[in-house]
Every structure is written in C-alpha cells, then in structure tokens.
C-alpha cells in the first residue's frame, strides 16, 4: 500500500475509508466501500460526534492555539448556540448537528482506497479525465497534489516577493500578530449561525497575504499548497490583499468532491486595500449528500476591484450570497454566479453588493440552470447608504430552465438609499423552446447534445471568466450532469 | 407508383399531416432525385411550412404515411437529427437564435456529428467555411458571432445558405429563403442554390413568390392549396400565377 509522507486534512475531519490503491491488485481484498463511518486506525485524535463547549475547547487544544483563538471560538460557540436557524432560503430541516463529528486531526501518515470511493465518482475522473494523480488528490486518497516541481518554482517566486500563502492553521501559527488584526473583522462570528459555527470549528482553508504592489501573476490554486490543511467542512479562508497589490485565488475543481460530511460550512474573508485588486474563483461540486453553507465577504478599500466568479454545481443544498462592501472611493465590485440544479438539489446562490462610499460601482450577473426537478433561487442584495454620491450598479440574473418540473424564483433585494445613483436590473427566465431544439436538432444534433450546446451558450459569459481549463471542465461537466450520470 | 429504393431519391407517398387532430396536409406525393430542382407554391395558409417542418420530424406533428424514405433509408420513424444523418438538412423560414455559441463552432459540432467518418479538424473545417462564406459576402466576424443572435433577417438567411452548403447534405429543403432578402442578397442565395444542385443535391423549394425564380430553372413546379398538391408542371405554372394570381391555377381559390 502506497503511503503519504505528509499531512493533509483534506474532507478528513470525519472518519474517512480506509485505503488502498486501484492500481494495486494486492490489496483488492480489503473492505468495500461502505457508505457510513468508519474509524481509520491512524488517527491520533478526533472529537466525538456532535457539538459542545468541550469539544470547541478540545480543538483549540490540540491545535495548541493561543489564548484569543481560543477565546474566539468558544464566544463563537456561545454564539451559535444562541441564534435561531435562519427561516429562509433553502431547507434546513435535514441537518443534524448531533451527528457531525467536527474535528479529526489527522496524522502524519495516512494511506486511502481507491476501492472505497463510489463507482460513479470514478467513473467522473475518468470521464471528465483528470489525471491519475489528480484523482487522488480529489478523492482524499492522495496526502497532496502531485505536482511538487511546478509547485516549487511558484513557491520560490512567491516567496521572493514576500507572498504568504499557507494553510490557515499554519498561518496562524507563522504570523500570529497578522491573522489576529483581521481574522473574523469582515465576517464577525455574530454574522450567522453558520457563520458562528465556523468560527467555533474552524480547520483548514487558506491563508493569503500579497504585500503592497506586488501582483501575483500566475492564479493561486489551492491544490498547490502543498502539504497542507485544504478544504474541509469548516475551513477558513482569509486574504490580506495590501495596497496595489494583485492576486487571483482559485479554489475547488471542477471534479464532484466526495465528501462523508453531510455538512460544509465555511468563511471567507477577504481585505481589498487601497488599489489593489482581488479575484476569487471557485468551482463546487460537492456530493448531492451535502448541505453547503458559506458566507464569503470581500471589504473593497479606496480604488480597490474585489472579483467573485462562484460555481455551484453540487450539493443537496446550497446557501451562498458572495458579496463586497465597497468602503472606499471609486472601488469596483464584481460578481459572477453560476449554478445547476438537478434533482433532488437547490441551488440558493446569489451577490451582495454594499456601496458605503461615493463613485463606488458593482456589477452582479447570476445564471442558473434548473433540470429534473432541481430549484435554483437568485438572492441579492444591492444597498446603497444615503452618503453614498455618484453610484453605479448593474444586476443581471438570467434563469434557464430545461422541463417542466423544474424550479426557478428570483428574490432581489434593492436598499437605495441615496439619489445620485444609476442602477439597472435585469431578471430573465427562460426555457429550452422545442423550437430551439427542433432547428439544432434538424442540423444533426442529438436532442441531449443540442441542449447540452443551449446550456452551454447560456453560461458562456461566466464560462469565459474562469481559467481556461476550469471553462471546459465545467462545461463538461454540466453536460454529464445532463445526462444523469452524475448525481 | 410502386416503391422505390434508389440510393438517389426522397420520396414522399400519401403524406398527411395533423396538429392538434386538426389535419393540415391531406396526402402528398413527392419525388426528388439528386439534382432536381423542386418548387412549391402556394398561397399563405396552403400547408407549405407544415410540409417542411413534418419532412424534417418536427416533434408537433402528427404524421403518416404510406413512405418518407431517402435512398434505401426509411426516414418516417426517424427523429430529426437522424434524417439530417441520413443527408435532409431543412433551411428554416425562421432561424433560431442560440446566444453564447458561435456560428463556426456550432457547425463544426454538426459537421462532426453528420459526417463522423470524416474526421474533421477545426482547422480544416474553419478553411471550408471561410471559403463558403466569402461565396455569401458573409465576413468572417459573423463566423466568430452567436448563432443568430441579433442578426438582420437577411443575415439568417445567408447563414441558412452558409449551413446548407457547409455541412454537404444530399437533399435539401428552403422554407421561404427568399423571404426578406433584397435584391443582391437574393441572388447570393440562388447562386448557393444552384452550386448545391451541381454538387448532386435533390432541392425542394417552398416559395411564396416567383421572384427568386428568375434566377433559377426549377424542374418541377408543385402548386400546393389546401393542404393538397392540386397541380403540377414548369415555369409555365410560375408565369401563370405571376400574370393571373393563384386563381388562375387552382379554382377554389
């Protein structure tokens, strides 16, 4: 069996199979896949199933944190005893928090099974075809991403430029003075219950500090990071972008994550200085097992440009409203979502954009597809203060949806409070007319290609924004979700 | 008239054609080899777009009959990307738009999908396109633009031709290609018209007017009223109706 030399918590913050290698005929004897909890021998801690003080004050204990991260949680905690679940969007009812397990701490070593992840997960890498190594990666099964020679000569550069860019727990624990100044200052853990939960459980996610001028040219991955915490149920995402610096963080993949966890909830943080100009791309396609729950927030400074481009392609349900809070003079604020909703799933995505200051603008452009009975939900919120002089902002969200059974409801939320601003609001819906696909058919197309090929021009103005690689994949991908094989 | 298999045939026998339970066409008789030139007219609400949508295997309809067969191949059975396989493409009155796709990319995927054993590269593929384009007077800018979107009338029905010339069908059908073009669109269309039929094609023209016949010699002129195919001839039946009306050629008129 294949060993890892190295951390890595990715989806293991729960019991995760035991594992093997396919490519190993020798250990084809081993337990098959079953699709519930199993204690993996090798792990030198984990907390017991389900939430409280004692279980926030374990983790912090043996992350060996200091005294305010502790402090932190546990008011965190206290907090999301206290707050209700929130009574709209999507369906809530389904989540346990007594069955969670919240924290694993893995250990140095760890070995994982191709033959415990579910055939059609495989059946995806290899259709979608990723790489083997990759796979891995993707599955849990791989401790890293096996790319350590690309890896190291952008980690050379990055650190030239005085980059930071780690897991957050290392982050903490490397610039303890930078990570308090800002950690939990755009996204208090009060904001929401999820949001309180988080920062009680917190483990994995990246850390990101781009000093003052410098631009980060090639996008950071976070499959890059080697040797490292990655996502998991509750990571924590935090970027300090100084002033008229540069970077593009992407995150995710394309390829559906297997995850046992029936929950994710995560918090992004993103500080925007003066001209500087942040771009996060993500691209989830978590199991249609999980509850996804994140709350991303951008603080956008003077002349600053904070991008979101945000996939949903996964989960049972999702609950993410990406948003930016233009706080300084002239700062830009975009916002691309894309979802799909097939069956069984909805997809509650959407922007926030607050103008808290004059000659601020923001765009948001949402598309969503809905097919086999899946609901997809456009929520935004659009608020302009009264101080707030010479505004702009644009919403577009364009629904499409391929039958009948299909769900699609827009819930915009517009506070102007100020005069002197120009908005547009642009809201369609919009269905595969059988004369559309009469005209592709009638060239050769498959029905399902012809659809595929509508769906796929329907997504093109935010496909074009993502990374070439990431652009076909997903339109790939999307075409097999089409098809029903995925999901 | 017994039952044909000639690789180089669509034939039509006993076409009828419901909507709703509501029948439209009442029994045609069609017989296309490669080559010909067929016309239909008819006055507006005689069946003609009905004809051509039920050739194609519009889903809408209901249809029977006694045969639709393309060579060897029996297309009634067939749904409508199987009959543009078996060599019928439709140019349509009206062309859909399918924002986001690009015209060269969109007619690659068909070009592939219709002539799999070819094995076309997007670069041979782009050289041939280009080619028929100029023949159109189309720039190259409307190959990189959406499928019909935010085309002019005129441009859809050159990007019709564009299509039919492109993906090399065996038979064609035009639903009213004529419509909406002015005069040197007009005649760009019937020149691709008539460098189909020299590459063997079997035509079907469904017209409203005689105009764009002036610039081409049609070998068969059907009169369609009522859902029915009342006459038959040449050119004669064209001058007939352009002097006299379609009263002169069908009496219920």
Redesign the interface.
């Known amino acids: 069996m294949q060993q890892f030399a190295r951390t890595f918590n990715f989806m293991n913050h729960n019991p995760q199979p035991s594992i093997q290698n396919k490519k190993d005929p020798g250990f084809s004897g081993l337990n098959p896949y079953q699709f519930g909890f199993k204690k993996p021998e090798n792990y030198v801690f984990k907390s017991k199933k389900g939430l409280d003080k004692s279980t926030v004050e374990e983790i912090s204990f043996h992350k060996s944190e200091p005294m305010w991260m502790r402090e932190f949680r546990l008011k965190a905690y206290q907090i999301f005893v206290n707050k209700t679940m929130p009574m709209w969007g999507g369906d809530l009812s389904g989540i346990d928090f007594s069955n969670i397990f919240y924290y694993i701490k893995p250990t140095a070593q760890k070995a994982n099974s191709w033959a415990d992840l579910p055939p059609e997960i495989m059946d995806t890498y290899d259709r979608i075809g990723i790489p083997e190594a990759e796979k891995k990666y993707l599955a849990g099964v791989s401790a890293q991403y096996e790319s350590e020679v690309v890896y190291k000569s952008i980690k050379e550069s990055l650190q030239k430029q005085g980059v930071v860019f780690l897991d957050m727990d290392s982050g903490l624990r490397e610039y303890p003075e930078l990570v308090k100044e800002y950690f939990g200052t755009i996204i208090p853990a009060a904001d929401n219950k999820f949001a309180a939960l988080n920062s009680a459980v917190w483990s994995g996610g990246s850390f990101i500090y781009v000093p003052k001028g410098v631009k980060v040219e090639l996008p950071l991955q976070a499959y890059f990071r080697i040797n490292a915490a990655n996502m998991g149920q509750f990571e924590r995402t935090l970027i300090i972008a100084d002033e008229d610096s540069y970077v593009h963080y992407v995150e995710g993949c394309t390829a559906p994550i297997y995850s046992t966890d029936s929950l994710h909830s995560a918090v992004v943080e993103i500080i925007v200085k003066k001209g500087a100009r942040v771009r996060y791309t993500t691209i989830q396609n978590w199991s249609t097992n999980v509850y996804n729950l994140v709350t991303k927030r951008m603080r956008v400074s003077e002349e600053g440009v904070g991008e979101w481009v945000d996939g949903n392609l996964g989960s049972k349900l999702t609950m993410k409203y990406p948003s930016v809070y233009l706080v300084g003079r002239k700062a830009r604020g975009e916002i691309l979502s894309i979802a799909y909703a097939g069956k069984g799933q909805h997809q509650d995505a959407g922007g926030k954009a607050i103008h808290l200051a004059s000659e601020t603008s923001s765009k948001i452009t949402s598309k969503s597809i809905s097919k086999g009975g899946g609901r997809t939900s456009y929520r935004g919120l659009l608020h302009v203060i009264p101080s707030a002089k010479n505004v702009k902002s644009k919403v577009v969200c364009d629904a499409l949806l391929l039958d009948r059974e299909s769900r699609s409801d827009t819930y915009p939320t517009m506070r102007i409070q100020s005069q002197d601003v120009q908005i547009e609001h642009e809201a369609t819906v919009s269905k595969i007319g059988d004369e559309q696909l009469f005209y592709l058919q009638s060239r050769g197309l498959t029905k399902e290609l012809a659809e595929a090929m509508i769906v796929n021009g329907f997504i093109e103005p935010i496909a074009r924004e993502l990374p070439l690689e990431y652009a076909v994949e997903m339109n790939r991908l999307i075409q097999l979700q089409m098809e029903g094989s995925v999901g | 008239m017994g039952q044909k298999k000639n690789t180089s045939e669509l034939y039509v026998k006993n076409l009828r054609v419901a909507i709703a339970e509501k029948e439209i066409v009442h029994g045609i008789d069609l017989t296309i080899k490669q080559g010909e030139l067929h016309v239909v007219m008819g006055p507006n609400g005689s069946g003609k777009s009905t004809l051509t ?1 039920a050739l ?5 309809y209901t249809v029977t009959a006694d045969r639709i067969s393309l060579g060897s191949k029996n297309l009634l059975e067939l ?3 199987a ?3 078996a060599g019928l ?2 140019a ?1 009155q009206n ?2 738009a ?4 690009t015209v060269s990319s ?2 690659h ?2 070009y592939k ?2 002539h799999p054993q070819k094995n076309s590269t997007a670069l041979d593929f782009r050289k041939q396109l280009l080619v028929h384009a100029v023949t159109l007077k189309l720039e190259a800018t409307y190959l990189r633009r ?2 019909n979107d935010g085309f002019s009338g005129g441009e859809k029905k050159k990007l019709e031709m564009l ?1 039919l010339l492109v ?1 090399e069908p065996k038979f064609v059908i035009l639903d009213e290609i004529d419509t909406g073009l002015d005069v040197d669109a007009l005649r760009l269309v019937s020149e691709g018209v008539k460098s189909l039929q020299k590459a063997g094609c079997g035509i079907l023209l469904i017209t409203h007017y005689q105009r764009i016949l002036n610039y081409l010699q049609p070998d068969f002129v059907h009169i369609l009223t009522h859902g029915q195919i009342i006459r038959q001839g040449g050119m004669e039946l064209v001058k007939l109706i352009e002097e006299k009306g379609y009263a002169a050629v069908c009496p219920n008129f």
């Open positions: 949508s194609m295997g519009h889903p809408a749904a409508p990307h009959r543009a396989q493409l439709l349509f062309p859909l399918v924002p986001g796709v969109f007619l995927t068909a999908e219709l959406s499928l299509q993906l």
